[in-house]
């Protein structure tokens, strides 16, 4: 496994499954709590799989989380920044919890929580990415590519999810290419130099053959 350097930082979005809890408050009011992610559950991304480190999320900045909904953002349903949601981290993940806001959007997704037609969450989120590295591992499992979330900079939000389909792995596409580059190049400088030995070999076998010849020759002049 390694890391590797990576330029940008660019915002990544991840679903787990679990369900989306809706809980009535004392003044009348609904809060909405469910798992944004899981620590050390493999999913399979398609042509790799995935699993966030236990230890991703120790330096993240969680200050300005937003919950939205299908991460829409201006279909809001509660902010950290603001004190109308909250989120945390415990031995299985990421929570996070939103008061609904009294309005239309609030109103749907209750009816839909309690419908159990989102029953889903996601979660936006982006890799800390240094002169040194990204905070991401890459290995082969079972013939497969498999990466590690090891270091997350920022939450940015989390949304109870209808269509919880595969998200887009471009990013991770590209964290890959960056660390199977070198590997790829260290191999290809491994075949050239195995067959310049090659035809080295060839060429000294080929002197020491003309050399014997020529020694033949000369014996009978």
């Given at each position: 496994?390694?890391?590797?350097?990576?330029?940008?930082?660019?915002?990544?979005?991840?679903?787990?499954?679990?369900?989306?809890?809706?809980?009535?408050?004392?003044?009348?009011?609904?809060?909405?709590?469910?798992?944004?992610?899981?620590?050390?559950?493999?999913?399979?991304?398609?042509?790799?799989?995935?699993?966030?480190?236990?230890?991703?999320?120790?330096?993240?900045?969680?200050?300005?989380?937003?919950?939205?909904?299908?991460?829409?953002?201006?279909?809001?349903?509660?902010r950290t920044k603001s004190g109308t949601a909250r989120i945390g981290i415990d031995e299985v993940g990421g929570w996070y919890e939103?008061?609904?806001?009294?309005?239309?959007?609030?109103?749907?997704?209750?009816?839909?929580?309690?419908?159990?037609d989102v029953d889903q969450s996601s979660w936006g989120f982006m890799l800390r990415r240094t002169d040194k590295g990204v905070g991401d591992k890459w290995e082969t499992r079972n013939g497969k590519q498999h990466r590690t979330i090891t270091d997350v900079a920022l939450w940015m939000d989390a949304s109870p999810v209808t269509f919880p389909a595969n998200p887009d792995t471009s990013v991770a596409k590209r964290s890959f290419d960056a660390y199977s580059q070198p590997i790829q190049e260290e191999a290809e400088q491994t075949?050239?130099?195995?067959?310049?030995?090659?035809?080295?070999?060839?060429?000294?076998?080929?002197?020491?053959?003309?050399?014997?010849?020529?020694?033949?020759?000369?014996s009978k002049i």
């Open positions: 496994m390694e890391h590797r350097k990576q330029a940008t930082n660019e915002i990544e979005r991840r679903y787990t499954t679990g369900g989306v809890e809706l809980r009535a408050k004392d003044n009348g009011g609904y809060t909405i709590r469910g798992y944004a992610f899981k620590f050390g559950v493999s999913y399979d991304m398609g042509w790799f799989t995935e699993e966030i480190h236990r230890d991703a999320l120790k330096n993240t900045d969680m200050d300005d989380v937003r919950i939205l909904q299908d991460h829409v953002s201006f279909l809001i349903l509660g939103a008061d609904l806001p009294d309005s239309p959007n609030g109103q749907n997704m209750r009816a839909s929580i309690e419908r159990r075949e050239q130099r195995d067959t310049n030995e090659q035809i080295n070999t060839e060429l000294q076998v080929s002197i020491a053959l003309l050399e014997r010849q020529l020694d033949y020759l000369n």
